[in-house]
């Protein structure tokens, strides 16, 4: 297996990349697994702009290296793609998603228009070129919480009449915005599914 170091120490997030890399063939490790320390400042203006931030920073301590980061968040039609770029902050980063989501429902109660979309933008870094992959994954704000999978917002974000959170792992990983980046890398690196 190849080796990837995915620019996070999210624990839900290296599960996910896990199970989505590991079938094309990809070892994906964490920077804490790898040793390095390393969280810049989300500066950019988009998904793609942080993504690139969080890989140069990993690149520069180790350029030999096959590098992956993404950013990426909860885009809400009717409050204008917000969170977006300030869903994991929106509200405070101490505040916990079950009550973010609370207040999302709360906020949308009487709205008709509840399309919302997640989108996740990767960078590959791989000898010192970096690539760009962009994906989304499009359903609607449900009513209520609903599931015990996934994480953040998943418990809200109902697709073909079910939260991402009530899906299997694979069922959401044959859907979701980060498969969906991630296999467009995985096929750039020469891999199959």
């Not at 040793?35 to 810049?40: L, Q, R």
């Not at 000898?127 to 994906?135: I, L, V, W």
């Not at 697709?159 to 694979?170: G, I, Q, R």
């Amino acid at each position: 297996m190849k080796e990837i170091l995915l620019a996070t120490n999210n624990a839900h997030k290296l599960r996910e990349a896990r199970a989505i890399l590991e079938p094309f063939g990809f070892f994906v490790i964490s920077l804490a697994q790898a040793g390095i320390s390393s969280n810049p400042e989300e500066t950019g203006e988009s998904f793609a702009q942080n993504a690139l931030i969080k890989a140069q920073a990993v690149a520069a301590l180790c350029p030999k290296r096959t590098i992956l980061a993404d950013d990426s968040g909860l885009c809400i039609e009717y409050f204008n793609g917000y969170p977006g770029l300030y869903s994991s902050r929106f509200l405070g980063e101490d505040t916990s998603y079950y009550e973010k989501n609370e207040i999302v429902l709360r906020l949308l109660r009487d709205v008709k228009n509840r399309h919302a979309w997640y989108t996740c933008a990767a960078v590959l870094y791989q000898s010192g070129e970096y690539r760009h992959f962009e994906a989304q994954c499009h359903g609607e704000i449900g009513f209520r919480q609903s599931g015990q999978n996934g994480f953040g917002f998943d418990p809200i974000f109902v697709v073909n009449n079910h939260s991402l959170a009530e899906l299997s792992e694979s069922q959401k990983n044959q859907m979701s915005h980060r498969y969906l980046a991630f296999r467009e890398v995985a096929e750039a690196l020469g891999e199959k599914i």
